[in-house]
């Protein structure tokens, strides 16, 4: 059964300081916004930032596996982007979060993430162990008609 | 007939600032090194930067179509990492250029990007326009026994 | 006789990869906004940003010539800061944009910059030259009763 | 009395990516490099890094309280940029430590900066509290003769 993902909007104002010799958007700036947007995804959904849910449930952030992403159309500064966030597969201990990076009607960019949660565990290297995908937070993150 | 591209190294400093609350390097600051180190490559293969080569051949530079990188184990700060890079596909228009983060014998992450030479042209949006890899820097890139 | 500047405001959402292994805000991404909000202050008061004025008027941008930045408090993601910008002091061909950083009463760092417009010159090393401040920019920075 | 600091030297080259659309360095960059610089010195003087000292004498870091940075010349890539650092003043609880940058025999901008050493406190606001320059500290960052 195909649950759908709610689709939450980021919006980003792009700086001179974005921007390089070319004039139009250093590349890693997009993977730091849709980073941005990845946590606002979470949290429009309803959890806390990783630096409270640290606190109540251990949780220290969904941390990067692998991404993928493709750039259609430069931006420059001045210029309002809109990044859409939704999570587009569910699987046992990971999930896929896809971020479309637009401005008006154009595609910009667009990067598919595979992140894991993580509690820490001093045990393991690098203190930190990935868990299964706590089912209430699927859920709240699962949009109506899901 | 197969040609097999140099391998250049291209070595980063983590600093303190690179790092994020987890305590581990963000994740968009491996990209902005594999940018470097993708620069690193061409100059190092005896191309000059792009802020001369556009000067002397109208080569502004090789913006990014696609990445996927994959992240195997995290980093920090007062680590050294050595990136290895080299060519992996000439395509008719595009390249594809591998970049291989090690620390030590770990292996840190590795990102496979696609590129594409381009030269400025007013009539096109953006203000540039993709060339053919020129055969002279193929060869260049081409290592002993290619 | 003095003229009072405009008071603009200017937003920053905290992000997590804005912040350092301390878990607060790693200090440079402060100068990163007051540089955002220094632009945002003169497109605020009606100027075109450096990629339009730079077509029009040949103005490229607002060079800085010194910072001075004080750390009150700090910082950390999650949270909604604000940056007052003014401008206290118009001199012959400089001027002193005051950022003051807030998250709602509390002082987090204020900062106090010396910039120059500056005009292509090709005669110029570096290629920029600098002017005296346009008598209609300064008047579209003089707020109301200045 | 007054003690004379060692000076240690720091080199940034400095890539593509660090420049803005004016394809100068964008200077929040600058104090990214001196922040490099700075946790750089202390352990070219024999000083473990933060995530070490953290673990054997609580020393969490040493924030930033004021920099007061002049920009003289501007820098692009593809150059290589030399970082002096030293400490030109010891006060009761901060430090005063300076950045000088250089391209060759060119000055490109220098950066005073008052730090603190801190350690965790957790009855303290931001769970940081500041503390007296050690002495073995002060001894190790001072040069012959000093």
Redesign the interface.
Known sequence: MTTSSRRINYQVDV???D??????V????F??WM??AS?NFF?SCGLK????LVKSRGI??T?????????I??A???QTLQIETSIVEWREKTFVQKHVVTRGSDLICEGSETRIFVVRDADK??G?RGIAVPEDIKILCTGPGG
Chains 1, 2, 3, 4 share one sequence.
């Open positions: 700086q001179f300081g921007c390089d010799p070319a004039g139009i250093f590349f890693p700036n993977l730091r980073d941005a946590l949290v930032p990783w630096n409270e220290v952030g941390p990067l596996l692998e991404i993928h992403t493709r750039f159309t430069s420059t500064f001045g290297v690098g930190l």
